[in-house]
């Protein structure tokens, strides 16, 4: 059975819309790359998942379950933003919110419990020696290696991961990326990876799927990230280079960026405004 499956999806905001009979089908232990274009509908394929959006058409499963709001066996790790050096939480706590969603009414038994499981989730990232620490004071790497410890306090088969390597540096980008990886090596996770540049992730992905102006492709690195299926995706001449072992897109207009910030001039869509459809 799939971890994920999506049949026939479409998703449509208005008279917008974003992508149309998607057909994907996400296997425990893949690591799955979602790229384009600001705008293309990234953000919103996985709040599809979260059961945040509903799809317009066609049907999203997880574990062979239809797709539902705070659904067990999924994790999500958002990008990484900034905290208030003033806001009085520890690392631990942070991670142990992630325990408090999932559970209701624990006695003493159920905090022991807790314990143990936020523990774990530390240990699993390597943030033992910063637990302690209030959350603001910690630098942007450290602040996503709790986010993706929260993630993990619910066991899930699935991981949701939204650009979880925004502004932060390459030694960084590539820690987190590794933690996640190892994630998936070890309890057989399927990873579904919202990024703008690939590279960081390149040697890990086993597919990609590359959504821009409601067209996609669906196939390993090697057959999408070309120059013939970038160019016939945004309608114009792209170029790829691969320049030692990193990928680079260059081409005119909307492709300046292919993993950047390409299409940012199209009208805010929901996942840039974070509004969902009625």
């Given at each position: 059975m799939p971890a994920v499956e999506l049949r026939d999806a479409s998703l449509a905001f208005g008279e917008r819309t974003l992508w149309q009979?998607?057909?994907l089908s996400v296997q425990r232990g893949e690591f799955v790359a979602i790229l384009g274009p600001n705008g293309s509908g990234k953000t919103s394929l996985l709040k599809v998942l979260l059961g945040q959006n509903h799809l317009t058409s066609g049907t999203a499963t997880i574990g062979g379950e239809p797709v539902r709001h705070g659904q067990a066996g999924v994790g999500y790790v958002p990008q990484q933003r900034s905290i208030d050096d003033g806001l009085p939480l520890r690392g631990r706590d942070l991670v142990g919110l992630g325990w408090d969603g999932h559970v209701w009414g624990m006695g003493i038994r159920g905090m022991r419990e807790r314990k143990r499981i936020v523990?774990?989730?530390l240990d699993q990232v390597g943030a033992q020696s910063f637990a302690g620490?209030?959350?603001g004071s910690l630098s942007g790497g450290e602040q996503?290696?709790?986010?993706?410890?929260q993630a993990l306090v619910g066991d899930p088969t699935v991981l949701l991961c939204d650009e979880p390597l925004l502004s932060l540096d390459l030694a960084n980008q590539r820690l987190v990326s590794e933690l996640i990886d190892r994630r998936r090596r070890e309890h057989d996770t399927a990873v579904l990876f919202v990024t703008h540049e690939i590279n960081p992730i390149l040697p890990l992905v086993d597919r990609v799927v590359y959504i821009v102006d409601g067209r996609f492709r669906i196939g390993t690195p090697a057959t999408v990230m070309t120059t013939e299926v970038l160019s016939e995706l945004y309608g114009t001449e792209v170029e790829v280079l691969k320049v030692?072992?990193?990928l680079i897109v260059v081409g005119t207009g909307d492709s300046i960026d292919a993993l950047g910030s390409a299409g940012a001039h199209h009208p805010p869509t929901p996942e840039q405004t974070g509004t969902t459809p009625a």
């Open positions: 009979h998607l057909d523990e774990d989730a620490a209030p959350v996503q290696r709790l986010r993706i410890a030692r072992g990193r």
